[in-house]
Nanobody, 121 residues
Framework: QVQLVESGGGLVQPGGSLRLSCAAS????????MGWYRQAPGKQRELVAG???????NYADSVKGRLTISRDDAKKMAHLQMNSLKPEDTAVYYC???????????????WGQGTQVTVSS
């Protein structure tokens, strides 16, 4: 069974920083694209940042220059460095990944359970 587990969320003041981590576990053969999404109360889930297996990245316009996505394939992890945080960044942040299990030739899409990020003074 494959799992994605996020960590690193919490309460931070405006202008502060947080680093989110996502760890993939289970019988994993390979991981393709990985991404971070967020969902604020009353809003739809939106893509924040994505990274391909080759390291190409893309970001939502609202976070460009402030958030940085990275991955460590050896550790099966992804990270989201969040700087200059704003109150509008408050949301539950979810990790997402396309993963091929050891017993399959197909990539499936997986979600983590989410971690709360609250930006408030």
């Amino acid at each position: 069974q494959v799992q994605l587990v996020e960590s690193g969320g919490g309460l931070v003041q405006p202008g502060g920083s947080l680093r989110l981590s996502c760890a993939a576990s289970g019988s994993i053969f390979s991981i393709n694209a990985m991404g971070w999404y967020r969902q604020a109360p009353g809003k739809q889930r939106e893509l924040v940042a994505g990274i391909t297996r080759g390291g190409s990245t893309n970001y939502a316009d609202s976070v460009k220059g402030r958030l940085t996505i990275s991955r460590d394939d050896a550790k099966k992890m992804a990270h989201l460095q969040m700087n200059s945080l704003k109150p509008e960044d408050t949301a539950v942040y979810y990790c997402n990944a396309d993963i091929r299990r050891s017993t399959s030739y197909v990539f499936y899409n997986y979600w983590g359970q989410g971690t709360q990020v609250t930006v408030s003074s």
